[in-house]
């Protein structure tokens, strides 16, 4: 603890006075650019191609959105909760900040260029297959409060945006799980901004876009599965891998230090989940039903299956398995929920349940520490949930996939372009990830020193304490 004040406390009086100068010089730098991009952006709000009249929004498909938006956000500290629960007590407050400052951190970028290079027209595309947006939307110039013709034919363009923002925000948080305890909180500011800009708008055009590749070659992913859970999870294993296994694993036995709490999380997200893929029907018509509806018999068919795994395989029925499951049978579905029934979503809780238990056991047996199976859950079960779209997916359900239904209708070609989706997403989100990890490895460190480890990272990072001795 001398060390550590001796750090924090015994500078220099020049030198601490010269990185308090740095700081207000950056921060300086950063609002005056923001300042710009407000300034321009709020001035041509409204008129892009394909925008409808004022006169084209239904206020009650808005009111669904606006509750949708906020069910989203709660999300994210949901998120931080069911962590935050799972870490040891000197840990705690360290993972809720990874996934509470995502809040900021995203909604800045979001704002700047993150959705103009997600959904914004192509600015590079083979053959009129768009692969990245352009900046004709960065500062939120021309998007105003008229409904977009694709996106969100009947609420304003505005809430859509921050509808998707709060997608965007989730996402990194998910991947704080797989180095919980051991990364360096400068380190994972700047990864957040790399990775969002670098892997998820591009996913997110390639899948979402009215010109996104993968859209226009007939992949389906209602809400999420392979923009958000698939990159998300895929590149937990890589920085699992990168940042290294905590201290003492896996000898040592790491317990979760409150489980009521993780309990709690789960509550949260698996209600936030409503949001998350009933919001995606961007309105409150029967197609928002039909998620919800899915959405919950997931979450319950990936509890039971998840709790019966753990009471044959264990001897004893758990709760984190209880609500692990109930989080892999969400993941799984998101990416079908707007496709398919209730029984057809409780079949893909219940095999996410199983599979997912399965991959978290042989992950810890191979010697990986995704410390909160961020790749057990998201990347598996999100890698599940869509291929199994293109099993259970029905147009009886949603008319707008007609003659690209599931194998289970009699599709096949839907089956094929969900495993070429997968396939590219997995392989993209790896590289790219690795890439952006080995970067920063190697100029700013990932992994906080030996001693700081043990202290734990509430108080070497952050100077705090979640519980008073």
Same mark, same amino acid.
């Given at each position: 603890m001398n060390n550590l004040k001796d750090r924090c406390l015994g500078q220099h009086p020049a030198a601490f006075l010269w990185q308090r100068l740095r700081r207000v010089q950056l921060l *300086?730098?950063?609002?005056?650019?923001?300042?710009?991009? &407000?300034?321009?952006g709020c001035s041509a709000a409204g008129h892009a191609d394909q925008h409808l009249g004022a006169d084209?929004?239904?206020?009650?498909?808005?009111?669904?959105?606006?509750?949708?938006? #906020?069910?989203?956000?709660?999300?994210?500290?949901?998120?931080?909760?069911?962590?935050?629960?799972?870490? *040891?007590?000197?840990?705690?407050?360290?993972?809720?900040?990874?996934?509470?400052?995502?809040?900021?951190?995203?909604?800045?970028?979001?704002?700047?260029?993150?959705?103009?290079? #997600?959904?914004?027209?192509?600015?590079l595309s083979i053959g009129g297959y768009g692969l990245i947006g352009s900046l004709d939307w960065a500062g939120v110039r021309n998007v105003g409060?008229?409904?977009? #013709?694709?996106?969100?034919?009947?609420?304003?363009?505005?809430?859509?945006?921050?509808?998707?923002?709060?997608?965007?925000?989730?996402?990194?948080?998910?991947?704080?799980? &797989?180095?919980?305890?051991?990364?360096?909180?400068?380190?994972?500011?700047?990864?957040?901004?790399?990775?969002?800009?670098?892997?998820?708008?591009?996913v997110a055009h390639w899948v979402w876009s009215e010109n996104g590749w993968l859209r226009k070659i007939g992949s389906l992913d209602f809400a999420g599965g392979t923009v958000v859970h698939m990159t998300s999870g895929f590149t937990a294993l890589a920085a699992a891998i990168m940042v290294g296994p905590r201290r003492g694993f896996p000898r040592q036995a790491f317990i979760p230090h409150n489980l009521v709490l993780t309990l709690l999380g789960v509550g949260l997200l698996w209600m936030g989940?409503?949001?998350?893929?009933?919001?995606?029907?961007?309105?409150?018509?029967q197609l928002a039903v039909v998620a919800f509806l899915a959405t919950h018999c997931a979450a319950a068919g990936g509890a039971l299956s998840w709790t019966?795994?753990?009471?044959?395989?264990?001897?004893?029925?758990?709760?984190?398995?209880?609500?692990?499951?109930?989080?892999?049978?969400?993941?799984?579905?998101?990416?079908?929920?707007?496709?398919?029934?209730?029984?057809?979503?409780? #079949?893909?809780?219940?095999?996410?349940?199983?599979?997912? &238990?399965?991959?978290?056991?042989?992950? &810890? *047996? *191979?010697?990986?520490?995704?410390?909160l199976d961020a790749f057990g859950v998201h990347g598996v079960g999100g890698t599940l949930g869509a291929l199994l779209t293109g099993v259970f997916a029905s147009a009886y359900l949603n008319p707008a996939i007609a003659g690209n239904e599931g194998l289970i209708h009699g599709g096949f070609r839907l089956l094929i372009v969900q495993f070429l989706a997968v396939i590219v997403t997995l392989v993209y989100t790896l590289v790219v990830s690795w890439v952006i990890l080995k970067v920063l490895d190697l100029t700013m460190g990932l992994r906080v020193a030996h001693d700081d480890e043990e202290m734990g990272l509430d108080l070497t990072q952050h100077g705090e304490a979640a519980y008073s001795s």
């Open positions: *300086r730098g950063a609002f005056a650019s923001f300042a710009i991009l &407000a300034l321009t084209a929004i239904d206020t009650g498909d808005t009111a669904w959105m606006l509750i949708s938006t #906020a069910l989203v956000m709660l999300m994210t500290p949901a998120l931080a909760l069911f962590y935050g629960g799972l870490v *040891r007590s000197k840990n705690v407050l360290s993972i809720i900040m990874q996934s509470f400052i995502a809040l900021g951190v995203i909604t800045l970028i979001w704002l700047l260029y993150g959705y103009s290079l #997600a959904f914004s027209p192509s600015i409060m008229a409904p977009h #013709a694709v996106y969100c034919p009947t609420v304003p363009h505005r809430l859509f945006m921050l509808y998707q923002c709060m997608f965007a925000i989730i996402t990194p948080a998910l991947i704080s799980g &797989a180095f919980a305890e051991r990364m360096k909180f400068k380190t994972y500011l700047v990864f957040v901004v790399l990775w969002a800009t670098l892997v998820y708008c591009p989940w409503f949001g998350f893929n009933g919001g995606s029907a961007i309105g409150s018509g019966c795994y753990d009471w044959l395989l264990k001897d004893r029925p758990t709760l984190l398995g209880a609500g692990s499951g109930a989080v892999a049978g969400l993941v799984a579905v998101t990416p079908a929920s707007g496709f398919v029934g209730p029984l057809s979503g409780f #079949a893909i809780g219940v095999a996410a349940g199983v599979l997912c &238990a399965y991959v978290v056991t042989w992950r &810890a *047996r *191979r010697g990986i520490d995704d410390a």
